[in-house]
């Protein structure tokens, strides 16, 4: 735009050369007029000699035309200075028109910079859910596989969804109006979606992983407590003359050699022995026989009581494994959206 305008600036119009030009020759022609007017004509019409001394001669025939030429050149410089006022109003124009450009482009670039950073976050947030969701189908498999033993949930973390939160909406929307307005797209109502099933699926897979917290230090608790227990009776067992070559009591030493497998100490420990020991109970009256029925039953019950929690607490874990994992509409709502901001 500069060149444009030194270009108008340095190029003078027609009027302004044919203006001078005029003004030069009549500058010249008057210096010759008093020569031409006072040569003797070959018509008396345009015989000018003996009309009055020379002097007034030259001055009242060259004073028009030099006037003429003062009224030409006052004219042009008063057309020069509107040439000058309009391109400078050009310029002023032209100058607030590029700030103009130059702040937008800015705007454009801040936006585009701010969904890039958007769209990685929910990328990455997305990604976060899905995992704890494949950890969340593991840990569900090996709590209905293993109900007594310490399952693992393996429950990832991520700061993208906090970071994400830290981002200010309204900036977020307006730069998502801007990336939208040419488009056809009803992207309001989803953007709220996409919001209120991000808050949703945080807060989820906090309070999973709080019940998991709660679930496995409690059964560890009740687990703990149940194998003191199990074991100061197998003590009183071994030292018991009608119960210590019991044959049952190889498999209690078969299931705790490393880690007690509560599974099979209840099947074939507790209940084969707590079997026995009734019968010899009712063969012999004995009250020591009712007192290790009572201590096994009651280990037993707590072993059962503990397997009957751990698939409650499961099939409650598979619930929402089925409803927002394994059905992933939520997710994928979110998803489809983020592909929607194409840079």
């Not at 874990?317 to 959206?337: G, Q």
């Amino acid at each position: 735009m500069g060149n444009v305008n030194n270009s108008k600036i340095k190029n003078w119009d027609s009027l302004t050369i044919s203006l001078l030009v005029v003004s030069l020759i009549l500058i010249v022609f008057s210096f010759f007029a008093p020569s031409i007017f006072t040569k003797p004509a070959s018509s008396d019409l345009f015989d000018f000699t003996g009309k009055g001394e020379i002097g007034d001669v030259i001055g009242g025939i060259m004073n028009p035309f030099i006037a003429l030429v003062g009224v030409l050149l006052t004219f042009l410089a008063f057309y020069m200075q509107i040439k000058a006022n309009h391109l400078q109003r050009e310029l002023f124009i032209n100058g607030l028109e590029a700030e103009k450009n130059k702040i937008a482009e800015a705007e454009a670039k801040e936006h585009i910079t701010r969904l890039k950073v958007v769209k990685a976050l929910i990328n990455s947030i997305t990604k976060y859910y899905r995992k704890n969701g494949d950890q969340l189908k593991e840990y569900i498999e090996l709590e209905k596989k293993f109900p007594l033993k310490t399952n693992i949930f393996n429950s990832s973390t991520s700061s993208s969804y906090q970071n994400f939160m830290k981002i200010d909406l309204l900036e977020t929307y307006n730069s998502l109006s801007f990336y939208f307005k040419d488009k056809e797209i009803d992207w309001e109502k989803d953007f709220i979606k996409v919001l209120d099933n991000l808050d949703f699926y945080d807060k989820m897979i906090k309070e999973l992983r709080e019940r998991y917290n709660s679930h496995v230090n409690k059964k560890f608790n009740i687990l703990t407590e149940t194998g003191e227990k199990l074991n100061a009776i197998m003590n009183d067992i071994l030292v018991n003359s009608d119960l210590k070559d019991n044959t049952h009591n190889q498999a209690f030493f078969d299931n705790t050699i490393v880690e007690a497998n509560f599974e099979k100490l209840q099947t074939d420990f507790l209940i084969p022995i707590i079997k026995d020991i009734l019968q010899l109970f009712k063969d012999s009256g004995n009250p020591i026989f009712q007192n290790f029925i009572e201590r096994l039953s009651y280990v037993n019950k707590k072993i059962g009581g503990e397997k009957f929690q751990a698939l409650n607490h499961v099939n409650n874990f598979e619930e929402y494994y089925n409803n927002y994992f394994n059905t992933d509409d939520e997710l994928r709502k979110i998803e489809e959206f983020n592909s929607l901001i194409d840079i």
